[in-house]
Structure formats: C-alpha cells, structure tokens
C-alpha cells in the first residue's frame, strides 16, 4: 500500500526546459511534504518542502505546488540544468507521525544538453 | 565539517551470517533513522530512534535490530533471519525526532550485497 506514489519513473528534457515532476498520495493526514534529490552511489538530500497551509514555494530554479484537493504536489525545475540529472523523491509526513517520512518511488531526471 | 558517515560503502555478506552496518553523526541531532531502498521502491523505514537508549521499529523491522547507546551512533545489525538482506542501506539524522519537517540529513549509504 503506497502512500506516496511518483508514477514516472523517469523523464527526459532539454536544458533550458522545464522539468516538471509529479507525486500523489493517499492519506489526508499528510502535511508536510518534501523533495529529495540523490545522485547515484549517495545519500538523498534535501531539496524543498511545502507545508499543506501553502499551495506554492519557491526557492531559486526549484518550485513546488501543492494541491490538497487532488493529492498532488510538483516539482518545478525551471530552467533545468545537466547537472539536474539524479533521481528526485518525494515524502510527506503525517501530523500524528511526524518524526517519520515516507517515501515515494522516485523519478530518474535526465536533463540533455 | 558535520555529517553522517556510513561504513563501510560496500558490503558482501555470506547466507547464514549476521553483519553490522555502522551510522555515525556529528551533527548533534536527537534523532536517527535507518532506511532500505530497493529498486523500483522507496525508502522503506526499519527502525528509528529519538533519544539516546530508545528506539522504535519501522514499517519493516522483521531480520533487523539497533542500539543507541551513544547519541552519534546508530548501527544496524541486519541478521540471518531477514530473508531478503541484498538492498542500499541509507541512515539519516534530523535535529528533532518529534517532528521531521527540518528534513533529514542523510549518509552515503551502504550497499550490501549477500553471495
């Protein structure tokens, strides 16, 4: 039972595009919500999150936008850069079980020059 | 420079045989966690501690234990019981183990590889 799903396994753009990832749930006690970025052969590391209070955040190229009705937030990476290729993760935690994350599956971003 | 490192980066285990992965911190954060990535998965949480000489079990627990007798410390023992040991092994740290919103930081992780 997936609570966080990121159904792309993978996505392709051009540098200079926008790279936009995308990442659902299920339980509607999540809300806190955060993108990791992990190059191969490393740990994870922290990229952005986004309270459920907000819709929007934003921090240089990197956006994300949260959507509480449809369970779903994105991530915006705009303009994507080569050095943007790793695998992106998504996690939310649960107000009554906030010490924890959960994962989503990933998506593998290949951004070509 | 504060970090997690994790030892060693690879590890090659023989069926039957339990073996120790070490997790150490100096960012003096409270709480620490281990997590297993499998291909095509994501991280799936097998245990987690908040305090010093506290920890809890994860979502998939079964074949693995902890201690946390030091606050930098947090190794796992993944034993001859867990039928299903070859993955990447990730451990984490957060400042505050009652709310894991500051994000976590992560080691390099180590991948353990049963032959």
Sequence with gaps: DQQVKQNSPSLSVQEGRISILNCDYTNSMFDYFLWYKKYPAEGPTFLISISSIKDKNEDGRFTVFLNKSAKHLSLHIVPSQPGDSAVYFCAASAVDSSYKLIFGSGTRLLVRP | ?115
């Design chain 2, 1 to 115: 420079d504060g970090g997690i490192t994790q030892s060693p980066k690879y590890l090659f285990r023989k069926e039957g045989q339990n073996v120790t992965l070490s997790c150490e911190q100096n960012l003096n954060h409270d709480a620490m966690y281990w997590y297993r990535q499998d291909p095509g998965q994501g991280l799936r949480l097998i245990y987690y501690s908040q305090i010093v000489n506290d920890f809890q079990k994860g979502d998939i627990a079964e074949g693995y234990s902890v201690s946390r007798e030091k606050k930098e410390s947090f190794p796992l023992t993944v034993t001859s019981a867990q039928k299903n040991p070859t993955a990447f092994y990730l451990c984490a740290s957060s400042l505050d183990g009652s709310r894991a919103n500051y994000g976590y930081t992560f080691g390099s992780g180590t991948r353990l590889t049963v032959v």
